[in-house]
């Protein structure tokens, strides 16, 4: 193959890539006048807040200013305290989002003025008076999710299980990773009573992930219904917050587009 051959191939090549990127939908930017157009992400337990990315870049692309909570995962109070740090940085109304155990932190630190609306990714949703683990009750937890606790009271996802239990529509790669960079949490956190229920006062909207083995199907529902939230549904795992990011930016943007709405 000539020089002057390889050359127009790679001319060629380019320009079907450019092609391809044009032809593919660009996500819809916000209108100027929004008035909602910070967003704050909380994880959950086993995971960090990097897990976000992908949801991150979606919601940025469309013009949203994006703030990712890192949780300390070794309290309710220092987790509320973590993400009050955060919702204290935004320059205004806020759609506030958690995912699994990051639900129980943003209905406890949800009650700031800030926040336009609550968004429950897989996550949990306790009343004021109620604990995290009260939530399970009369619930079976699939049994691909087990936990290893240890001496400390700090609990990890037992390895064996943690691609089956947390992450099955991830690559092997990506699911060893996560398993080996978890963040453990302090058990006793699920004991803990909260003391508010923003979703008695802000509006709600629920990512429900169809293949999640951290929770009982009927669980999630439960608690949705509970809420009263808007209720999306997806085939995914427990990192649907990772493998679905499109669908988790969707629904914040529709939160933060209703609630822009309602405070119009």
Do not use: C
Request: net charge negative; aromatic share 8%.
């Amino acid at each position: 193959m000539t020089i002057k051959t390889r050359s127009l191939l790679a001319t060629m090549a380019a320009a079907a890539s450019l092609s391809t990127a044009a032809a593919a939908p660009a996500a819809e930017g916000i209108p100027a006048s929004q008035p909602v157009r910070n967003v704050v992400l909380v994880h959950g337990a086993f995971a960090d807040g990097s897990g976000w990315r992908g949801v991150y870049d979606q919601l940025t692309q469309r013009g949203y200013r994006v703030t990712i909570v890192q949780n300390p995962l070794t309290s309710l109070e220092d987790d509320v305290a973590a993400t009050k740090r955060a919702l204290a940085r935004q320059d205004g109304p806020t759609i506030l989002v958690g995912h699994s155990w990051g639900g129980t932190v943003i209905t406890e630190a949800g009650v700031d003025p800030k926040v336009a609306g609550l968004v429950y990714v897989s996550a949990l949703s306790p009343d004021a008076g109620e604990t995290t683990a009260q939530q399970y009750e009369g619930f079976v937890t699939p049994p691909e999710f087990v936990l290893d606790i240890g001496e400390d009271g700090f609990g990890y996802v037992k390895p064996s299980q943690f691609k089956a239990g947390f992450a099955a529509d991830t690559s092997d790669a990506d699911a060893a990773f996560m398993r080996d960079s978890q963040v453990p949490i302090a058990m006793s956190s699920f004991g803990t009573k909260l003391t508010q229920a923003a979703w008695r006062s802000k509006p709600s909207w629920a990512v429900i992930a169809t293949d999640d083995k951290a929770f009982d199907q009927r669980m999630l529902q439960h608690m949705a219904k509970r809420i009263g939230a808007t209720v999306t549904e997806v085939p995914a795992s427990h990192a649907v917050f990772m493998t679905q990011p499109k669908v988790v930016a969707d629904v914040i943007d529709a939160a933060a587009r209703s609630a822009s709405a309602a405070a119009q």
